[in-house]
């Protein structure tokens, strides 16, 4: 149980276009969803909380505008990289927690590349 | 705030030998919750354990054991035996009651030799 899963893995786009991720728990109901970011041989970098049925909480220094969450069910969120720049290049991981005491799902990520 | 610190950055061992990683953590809740985690190159992230800070049982678990000590805030990780598969990236993490919110360390590349 508790799986999670990410789309798409890996993804090109253009410099200026949008890239939407999807993030879904497949076999359980999260009320709340997180989304991360990892530079190559870094750590993961929470980037925002996303709260299903209001707005996502973002993590000082990052961009709201830039990148927009949707958590319109307890099942989906959604991360939309809008205007790329080869600068947003990065792995971004979702997870997500059906309660505590289950601890964290993370999705299988998605490696996006500016070009 | 909570924080992670894993001072090792990169540790190399030859397979068969028994590998030890550090994590040491701070925060001023007194109900909180520590993880590991281990990061293939395919990049996703494997659940090892989670603990709560009511709990300082020590686990095993096959190769892989626990020592969580509350009294030094550390919560350190040992791979037994090691083998070439355990090559990864490690992670330490902690999240508190009062907080969602998952902290991670910096990680600890384990490189294993044949």
Redesign the interface.
Known sequence: GAVVSQHPSWVICKSGTSVKIECRSLDFQATTMFWYRQFPKQSLMLMATSNEGSKATYEQGVEKDKFLINHASLTLSTLTVTSAHPEDSSFYICSASRDRGHGYTFGSGTRLTVV | AQKVTQAQTEISVVEKEDVTLDCVYETRDTTY?L?W?KQPP????V?LI?RNSFDEQNEISGRYSWNFQKSTSSFNFTITASQVVDSAVY?CAL?V?ND???S????T?VTVRA
């Open positions: 919750y993880f985690y395919s990049g996703e992230l659940f989670r992670f999240s009651l969602y919110k998952l991670f360390g910096a990680g590349t």
